[in-house]
């Protein structure tokens, strides 16, 4: 890799100097950092700066300038003349006389001393063949400039490793668990929670790419309140009720409880007994459909976990007794709180145990993030909706209460998406029956446009999908536009395959700068 390359070569260069001689000052252990996690080597955001710049000659600077004033038993306090109060003392803003030197003093010596070192850097690093010109940019930036050959020969290096270009060996054998899409059980999969998908899957590819072993896994909270009320709102409107007065208002019910009419009770009527094993049996249908839905996204899972299990199982239960016997369960108000400190003891979402004997949502997480971590992965990361945001700290809290690596923990938040129809935004809320399901987008747009408007997004940055632009054929629409271009590759590639064609192929006929940019382009991959 040319950017792994040139750190080295920075590196080296670094280190023949002795990090750096400013005169008699010892060039041993100018900095408590190892060399190497000095050399910060990015590509350049404007092409007049180069290809690739380095910052490495301001942080010798900075790391140097440190550690002498260490040497000295300076305090960086003694610099500003502030103590511990913030006010000035007139002591301090005065230079030591006799055989001292005050701090003042001794970093105007040093940074006098170290202004020539960028450029002798700088001539240090010319004569490396793969550099075309090298320039010394403000006060202390390094910018590269690489031979057109160069870049030229990366494009054998593609063709060479072929489909594994990119790849590396940063995840050879480790395991890595991602849990994502997850949705809200009592209905179809809207799009809020459809946009985890492919953020989830793309990660986790990458990370196969990178030669992790990747578990793909989805979390059904198949129990609890929500349940029950999806069964009441299909009991009543089976008995006739309005729709629009139920709790789910849905047209979905409706189809609920036409399928439970005539598959479970033969043309009888329900009663309200009935509503938990309604709800129940829908949410499991919603997740068939659901599953059905990600498939038709391109999406799999390795794992389908059901938060009913991890009760009926007694995972839940081992999971709380293990952090009572460490002292992290605490007794409030009749309830079970997780308390990691009395802080917890404010938030409610920190129930694990209710009153009435039930566990919570939270509990049962509790244990499913136990099993997640039991194998010992190198990688959990959780993909919620940012309404979530307030479950992480929780989570963090029980890792580590548990005793396990929390720095092996990641959390993506992504942002909700808004749909625009013919210039018009469209509202969506589960309950009140009016959303943007995934499979209306899939119906629409299709699965391509769908992951690819998804996945060009930050999952911080909310989304305005307009469904208009994503079906027009037009390079306005940045899916169409990619797939125009795949298409007229994939054109030349079958033209490739005459054999009336040389494969000996001439790449430093590769010279303007639109081959150039593109091939740059393209040689980012391995960088990422």
């Known amino acids: 890799m040319l950017r792994e390359q040139i750190r080295k070569d920075v590196l080296e260069a670094?280190?023949?100097?002795?990090?750096?001689?400013?005169?008699?000052i010892a060039p041993k252990n100018l900095t408590t950092q190892k060399p190497n996690n000095l050399i910060e080597v990015t590509r350049t955001q404007d092409p007049k700066f180069g290809d690739y710049a380095t910052?490495?000659?301001?942080?010798?600077?900075?790391?140097?300038?440190?550690?002498?004033?260490?040497?000295?038993?300076?305090?960086?306090?003694?610099?500003?003349?502030?103590q511990k109060?913030?006010?000035?003392?007139?002591?301090?803003?005065?230079?030591?006389?006799?055989?001292?030197?005050?701090?003042?003093?001794?970093?105007?010596?040093?940074?006098?001393?170290?202004?020539?070192?960028?450029?002798?850097l700088a001539d240090s690093l010319k004569g490396l063949p793969y550099i075309k010109k090298l320039e010394v940019a403000g006060p202390g930036f390094l910018n590269f400039w690489i031979k057109d050959e160069v870049w030229q020969q990366q494009v054998e290096e593609v063709l060479k490793t072929n489909e594994k270009f990119g790849s590396s060996e940063s995840g050879k054998g480790k395991n890595a668990r991602i849990e994502f899409v997850s949705a809200n059980p009592t209905g179809p999969l809207h799009f809020g929670n459809a946009r985890g998908g492919p953020i989830g899957d793309a990660l986790a590819s990458v990370l196969e790419f990178c030669g992790y072993k990747v578990v793909r896994e989805y979390y059904h909270n198949d129990i609890g309140e929500q349940v029950r009320k999806l069964g009441e709102s299909i009991v009543n409107v089976t008995a006739g009720l309005k729709l629009e007065d139920q709790e789910y208002k849905g047209e979905y019910?409706?189809?609920?409880?036409?399928?439970?009419?005539?598959?479970?009770?033969?043309?009888?009527?329900?009663?309200?007994?009935?509503?938990?094993?309604?709800?129940?049996?829908?949410?499991?249908?919603?997740?068939?459909?659901?599953?059905?839905?990600?498939?038709?996204?391109?999406?799999?899972?390795?794992?389908?976990?059901?938060?009913?299990?991890?009760?009926?199982?007694?995972?839940?239960k081992q999971g709380l007794d293990h952090l009572r016997e460490k002292g992290f369960l605490k007794e409030k108000d009749g309830a079970i709180w997780f308390a990691a400190n009395d802080e917890f003891l404010k938030d409610r979402e920190t129930v694990v145990k209710k009153s009435d004997g039930n566990f919570t949502y939270f509990a049962n997480d509790i244990a499913y993030h136990d099993l997640k971590f039991k194998d010992n992965p190198d990688l959990v990361i959780d993909i919620f909706g940012a309404n979530h945001h307030g479950h992480v700290p929780r989570l963090q809290a029980v890792i580590s209460a548990l005793g396990y690596d929390v720095s092996k923990f990641r959390v993506i938040l992504y942002q909700w998406v808004r749909f625009k129809k013919k210039g018009e935004m469209l509202a969506m809320s589960k309950r009140s029956g009016t959303f943007v399901t995934a499979r209306?987008?899939?119906?629409?747009?299709?699965?391509?446009?769908?992951?690819?408007?998804?996945?060009?997004?930050?999952?911080?940055?909310?989304?305005?999908?307009?469904?208009?632009?994503?079906?027009?054929?037009?390079?306005?629409?940045?899916?169409?536009?990619?797939?125009?271009?795949?298409?007229?590759?994939?054109?030349?590639?079958?033209?490739?395959?005459?054999?009336?064609?040389?494969?000996?192929?001439?790449?430093?006929?590769?010279?303007?700068?639109?081959?150039?940019?593109?091939?740059?382009?393209?040689?980012?991959?391995?960088?990422?």
């Not at 038709?296 to 299990?309: H, L, P, V, W």
């Not at 192929?505 to 990422?528: G, H």
Request: charge should be positive; charged fraction near 25%; proline fraction near 2%.
């Open 85 to 120: 109060t913030g006010k000035l003392q007139s002591e301090n803003r005065k230079p030591k006389t006799g055989n001292k030197q005050s701090a003042t003093e001794i970093a105007n010596i040093l940074a006098d001393s170290l202004k020539g070192l960028p450029n002798i």
């Open 14 to 24: 670094v280190r023949q100097l002795g990090y750096w001689d400013v005169g008699k």
């Open 253 to 316: 019910v409706r189809e609920l409880g036409v399928k439970a009419v005539n598959e479970l009770s033969k043309g009888l009527k329900f009663s309200s007994s009935d509503a938990s094993r309604l709800g129940e049996l829908a949410v499991e249908t919603l997740l068939s459909e659901i599953l059905a839905d990600c498939k038709a996204m391109g999406i799999s899972f390795n794992q389908i976990y059901k938060e009913s299990e991890f009760i009926n199982s007694g995972q839940t």
């Open 440 to 528: 209306e987008v899939l119906d629409e747009v299709g699965s391509d446009a769908l992951r690819f408007f998804i996945l060009m997004y930050d999952p911080n940055s909310h989304i305005d999908f307009d469904m208009d632009l994503a079906r027009e054929k037009s390079t306005k629409n940045p899916v169409y536009y990619v797939q125009y271009a795949h298409a007229r590759i994939c054109s030349i590639l079958a033209k490739t395959n005459d054999k009336r064609l040389t494969t000996n192929a001439k790449y430093d006929e590769l010279t303007t700068t639109y081959e150039l940019d593109l091939i740059k382009q393209i040689s980012r991959l391995p960088e990422m």
């Open 55 to 82: 910052n490495v000659a301001l942080k010798i600077r900075s790391s140097v300038f440190s550690s002498r004033l260490s040497d000295t038993g300076q305090s960086a306090k003694r610099l500003t003349g502030k």
